[in-house]
């Protein structure tokens, strides 16, 4: 039927009443005036709640008008002189529209020179309100909340670790014979080292060939870590330390050498494969670019051998190099759009993008390769150790991490084409210069 106002109390209200003059459960509106909820009713083209939004919002506006008003007629009357503050009587030069200008601005010199004080914490009839701003009024019984679960970002995953051919080393070095692969003989393939067969008329005598061979010695190399921690914060603490810490040695050991692998420096350390003697350096067409053409050629290099299981490792600097390779009419070609996610390949093999190769123009910046040719000699694996003992007299705990292992190319040097002129590799990578 629609809205009807009622009294109770001292209020007034506004409730639904139905067609058979039925009054609703819960008001519309509600005021201690009656025009303001015949207003509410008037109003029926509003919603509900706008129309209470109104109503209240108008009464409180014209509640605080009257308060400015009356304020503006006292300050308008007062002269300087006695104004009371508690229950002193304050002689001042200044008039209580100073004094409500100082509260307003926190003037704490002005209203002390007018014998009152500035307090932060709200006051009801008098009375303090406790509060959570401060320890002393209430904070320091509002207790913080702890999340035991610790920030990180998880390593990236291992590039050459997972694929490599992993040899068990039974002492400090280990030697691995193969065929030498280094010949550049013109009209010979180079993959049978030196061995070479002909066409001979029979009963003639016989060419005389026989292959050379070659080794490659892989010693172990030490990578550790070492840090101590107070036994009482190993108690004490709510994030269980003890398997963090050791999750995270165990995390930088698998990263640092996956990453020596890649670009290590073979003195103390593991051979990495883009500085390695077996790798194929091919000079980039522009400096500080990778073009279609620099992608061609080193796919053209690749050992055709070890396209099964090869993959791109490529720094994630170059990504905005790669989506934006061209074709000669301009037309953007791995890349086309921007509505789609990125391709995981290139000429059929997967990307890798790192962080643990060097940035654009830098040799190895991008490395077509198969880890499958390159070793990895194990002498001990990761090991985490502790100890109280060593540091008993300082109530600490020692931990110590230690890998010993050894990575090398299978190649000493890449391998000629039977033209004696063109070579492959099953690592090839582009070089910093230009051609």
Not at 265 to 279: D, E, F, N, R, S
Not at 350 to 374: C, F, H, S
Not at 411 to 429: C, R
Request: aromatic content about 10%.
């Amino acid at each position: 039927m629609g809205l009807k106002r009622y009294q109770i109390g001292a209020m007034y209200y506004a409730y639904d009443v139905n067609d058979a003059g039925e009054r609703g459960e819960d008001p519309k509106f509600g005021s201690v005036k009656a025009e303001d909820v015949d207003k509410f009713i008037a109003d029926g083209l509003k919603p509900d709640w706008q129309r209470a939004l109104e109503m209240s919002n108008d009464a409180a506006q014209k509640r605080q008008d009257e308060l400015v008003k009356a304020w503006q007629v006292q300050t308008a009357a007062q002269k300087p002189g006695l104004y009371a503050t508690g229950n002193a009587v304050v002689k001042s030069e200044h008039t209580f529209g100073d004094f409500i200008a100082a509260v307003g601005r926190k003037d704490r010199n002005m209203l002390k020179s007018m014998g009152s004080t500035f307090e932060e914490y709200e006051q009801v009839d008098g009375t303090k309100v406790l509060g959570d701003q401060s320890g002393a009024e209430g904070g320091f019984t509002v207790p913080t909340q702890f999340l035991p679960e610790l920030i990180r970002i998880e390593p990236e995953t291992e590039i050459v670790w997972p694929t490599g051919r992993k040899i068990p080393m039974g002492s400090r070095s280990v030697e691995i014979p193969g065929l030498d692969t280094t010949g550049s003989t013109a009209g010979q393939t180079n993959t049978l080292g030196g061995m070479f067969v002909e066409w001979t008329e029979t009963g003639t005598q016989k060419p005389e060939h026989e292959p050379a061979f070659t080794q490659i010695e892989l010693v172990a190399h030490e990578i550790s870590a070492y840090t101590e921690v107070k036994l009482a914060l190993l108690q004490d603490s709510a994030i269980s330390l003890d398997p963090l810490l050791k999750g995270l040695f165990r995390d930088a050991l698998m990263f640092y050498t996956d990453e020596a692998f890649l670009d290590g420096t073979g003195v103390g350390q593991p051979q990495g494969i883009i500085t390695a003697p077996g790798t194929l350096v091919l000079a980039r067409n522009t400096v500080l670019r990778i073009l279609y053409a620099d992608l061609s050629n080193m796919f053209m290099h690749f050992l055709s051998q070890a396209r099964g299981g090869a993959f791109w490792v490529i720094n994630q600097m170059c990504m905005q190099e790669i989506m934006t390779i061209q074709d000669p009419a301009g037309n953007y070609i791995w890349q086309p759009n921007a509505r789609e996610g990125i391709p995981a390949t290139i000429f059929g093999l997967p990307v890798r993008w790192t962080e643990k190769t060097p940035t654009l123009g830098t040799q190895g910046d991008i490395i077509l390769m198969n880890p499958a040719w390159y070793y990895i000699g194990q002498r001990q694996g990761v090991t985490i150790g502790t100890t109280d003992h060593l540091l008993f007299r300082y109530n600490r705990r020692a931990y110590r991490c230690v890998m010993r292992l050894d990575g090398q190319e299978a190649l000493p040097a890449p391998i000629f084409l039977k033209d004696g002129a063109n070579q492959v590799s099953p690592f090839v990578v582009l070089g910093a210069a230009a051609t």
